[in-house]
């Protein structure tokens, strides 16, 4: 999968799915993104289609695949992030710019761009990119 083929909305549910130890109900998936629980259950099983998301008895979980699409656009925000500030912005204004671009970019541009800022082992915030780990070494 693409960075360009997850929404803005799919990609927060899988944040959100994330953030849990463990397997997260709809209900409680429902009452965290402040949304009916008719539409939580529709997305999760659009995401499930989609290889996303797996669900268990004891409620929606990331798919391996789910995780590794989540490393890469983490991977994406940092790398572009540094880039910013690399070019002069601040580091809160790179992180919202980033932010608006972290799935839009193709992966051959961010994989030149890593290497070209000299494939950093974190972004200004101090957190890791493990770019070499992900999908970018693959795609």
């Known amino acids: 999968m693409d960075l360009e083929d997850i929404t803005v909305r799919e ?3 899988l944040r959100v799915i994330n953030e849990e130890d463990s397997p997260i109900s709809i209900t409680s998936l429902s ?3 402040g949304r009916s629980a008719s539409s939580v259950y529709e997305e999760v099983n659009h995401l499930i289609s989609k290889g996303l998301v797996c669900k268990g008895p004891e409620g929606v979980y990331l798919s391996s695949n789910g995780k590794m699409l989540l490393e890469l656009v983490d991977n994406s925000h940092r790398i572009i992030e540094t880039w910013l500030v690399g070019l002069g912005f601040s580091v809160d204004e790179a992180c919202r ?4 671009m972290e799935t839009t970019m193709p992966i051959e541009v961010l994989r030149k761009l890593y290497e070209k800022i000299g494939k950093p082992r974190s972004c ?3 957190k890791p990119i493990t770019f070499s780990s992900t999908v970018i070494n693959k795609a």
């Open 11 to 13: 990609l927060e549910y």
């Open 31 to 33: 009452r965290k993104l």
């Open 97 to 100: 710019l980033a932010s608006k």
């Open 124 to 126: 200004p915030h101090g």
